[in-house]
């Protein structure tokens, strides 16, 4: 285990993660715990901007092999600058989306093979692996339903197909099955709230929060 927890979220778009974080982030804070709450692609201003090229929508077709050197690019500075000295100094760092999301996006849905993206993962992640993932598992049409109510535009990959969706959750299924200690099932549909109350209940259980 890293000197603080790695926490992550993984879901499909509208899945409600973010929600999640932020719910986990205000009972952190209540109780105390020193942590630290980002995202990828994103962290830090470059890697926010990597996170601007990869969302917005382009004429240019951007090629899955392009897209996963720019998730990578984005993830190698982020766990350099943020994650790796916060989890030194004893803060917790809870984190919208990883590297599963490279396997469920770039390996399951746009097809590249798992062992570059696994080798690109590593390289990346400079060997970081989360201590827990929570996945919240949403049917991809009721997540394209809660991304249309949003009123914003959607962005290059929300703008997918549903079949490109359907591959990411599979994708996600298929980790789940890999990694049963790690990757913690929620089911998303369900409200907030309650959602909320199994992620309290897993990280009390294993973390002790
Ligand atoms: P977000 O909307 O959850 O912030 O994530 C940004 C988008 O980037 C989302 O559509 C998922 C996608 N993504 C990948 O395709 N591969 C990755 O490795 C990561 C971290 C995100």
Known sequence: MSPAPFVTFEGIEGSGKTTQVRLLSDYLTKRGISHRVTREPG??????????????????????ETEL??????RAQHVRAVILPALSSGQAVLCDRFYDATVAYQESAR??????VDRFNAFASGGLSPDLTFYLDVDPEEGYLRIRGRGTRPDRI????????????????????????????????????????????????????
């Open 111 to 116: 097809g590249l093979d798992g062992e570059s």
């Open 158 to 209: 929300e703008s997918e197909k549903m079949e490109f969706h359907r591959k990411v959750r599979e994708g996600y299924l298929s980790l789940l099955e890999r990694h049963p200690g790690r990757i913690v099932r929620i089911e998303g549909s369900h409200p907030a709230d309650d959602v909320f109350r199994r992620v309290c209940e897993t990280v009390s259980a294993r973390l002790g929060w």
């Open 69 to 74: 050197l720019l998730y990578e690019a984005a």
């Open 43 to 64: 962290g830090t201003p470059l890697a926010d901007e990597i996170r601007s090229l990869l969302l917005s929508r382009r004429e240019e077709f951007v090629f899955p």
